[in-house]
């Protein structure tokens, strides 16, 4: 058997870049060709990263490409990759994985069927601070997490965004498009959600695009952009979430966990590093020496200091558990209860009372610094 599966790309927008740029740091995956309903982007992304160009049907009849990445629109999510199973292909999707349980369990289904694997981002939480949270959490450093906060607010991405129009559209939106990487970091420190309840508007019905080259333009918002719920976990843990594009300046910290021993203060789960605070008490507590891999500043943030990117980590995973034969992390069971509750905040907002939830997953095996090593080829990252 190879040591690498071949991956096709559909989609290839703003996000793809960094899928293309970045895979060859990992071991178990060779990206091979891409595709998109727009034949010329993926051209051009062929042209800047040396892939065979293909069309969406040429991609998924290709007998050299095992895993498709599902870089579309969220409202495509669900009918590409139900395409790429039936073809035969394993699928990785990027976030939000689909738009409602029900899409999520119709994949986990047909994937079952196939006899396919299928996995989606958000894989920040792999990242080294997010995994040295998770050590601290499993090896008692703050006792059991009994509640929390974690916020997510800005004024939006008509800001910089070439195309911001489909992030005010129901699919996304701050919970179901950034939301995904605050949820998923939790479900893999804390364990499963058991209900939430949540509060919504929409301040601004629509908005002006201050971005090149559609500067100017009006772009009409159809989803809710402020929202603020209550999760309770499965532990017994209460953890609120503030997620909003209304917000033009605030002092809340990304994630703070609070323990029976002491408070943990995650950074952004947007990224894979950054830094970790353990307070025991009042006093801000020594941490471990961690020098995880996927921690390491690999290229410049947009404020000039260095950021550690290493997006398709999750897709190395999911390559090397097939071919290792063992779960992968980026599992559709996480990604789907991720779904439900992200779209159950969203119906508790409508409804005005608790949703609970349909759905379930264990928390994805820790990625401790040998195993993530492990996923990355033996070259500095650049």
């Known amino acids: 058997m190879s040591d690498k599966l071949g991956v096709g790309v559909i989609g290839c927008g703003n996000i793809s870049a960094a899928y293309m740029r970045l895979a060859p740091l990992f071991r178990g995956i060779e990206m091979r060709a891409c595709a998109d309903a727009l034949p010329q982007a993926a051209k051009a992304r062929a042209e800047e990263f040396g892939l065979r160009q293909e069309t969406v049907e040429g991609l998924l009849e290709a007998d050299d490409i095992d895993i498709v990445v599902n870089l579309t629109i969220p ?10 199973i ?3 292909k394993h699928v990785y999707s990027e976030k939000p994985f689909v738009l409602s349980v029900e899409e999520g369990k119709a994949l986990a ?4 069927e196939k006899g396919v694997r299928v996995g989606s981002a958000p894989d920040t939480f792999l990242g080294g601070a997010h995994q040295l949270a998770r050590h601290l959490i499993d090896n008692g450093a703050i006792g059991k997490v009994v509640s929390g906060t974690c916020h997510v607010m800005s004024h939006g991405m008509e800001h910089w965004h070439p195309n911001p129009d489909f992030f005010f559209k129901p699919g996304a939106g701050p919970v179901l498009d950034v939301g995904p990487y605050y949820v998923t970091n939790l479900i893999q420190l804390i364990g499963p959600v058991r209900r939430v309840a949540a ?3 929409i301040p601004a019905k629509e908005r002006t695009i201050l971005s090149e080259p559609r500067r100017g333009e009006k772009i009409s918002v159809e989803t809710p952009t402020t929202i603020h719920a ?5 532990n017994g843990a209460i953890i609120t979430l503030g997620a909003s594009w209304d917000v033009w300046h605030h002092r809340h910290t990304n994630m ?3 323990g029976e021993r ?5 950074p952004d789960p947007n990224f894979f590093g950054g830094e970790l605070t353990l307070t025991d008490e009042a006093t801000v507590a020594a941490l471990p020496q961690w020098e995880h891999p996927l921690g390491v500043a690999n290229q410049e943030g947009r404020d000039g200091k260095g950021l550690a990117n290493y997006r398709t980590a999750g897709l190395a995973d999911m390559a090397l558990a097939i071919l290792e034969g063992r779960p992968h992390r980026c599992s559709l069971e996480m990604s789907l209860h991720a779904v439900d509750v992200m779209t159950s905040i969203l119906k508790s907002a409508e409804s005005g009372g608790f949703v609970a939830l349909s759905t379930r997953c264990e928390r994805p095996a820790a990625l401790d610094i040998e195993a993530a090593r492990r996923l990355l080829e033996d070259r500095v990252p650049t």
């Open 86 to 88: 039936e073809a035969g």
């Open 75 to 84: 409202a495509a999510h669900y009918e590409v990759s139900r395409k790429a």
């Open 256 to 258: 703070e966990l609070y």
């Open 199 to 201: 509060l919504a508007s």
């Open 109 to 112: 289904a047909l994937a079952q």
């Open 262 to 266: 002491g408070s943990l203060h995650v």
């Open 230 to 234: 209550v999760m309770e976990f499965e």
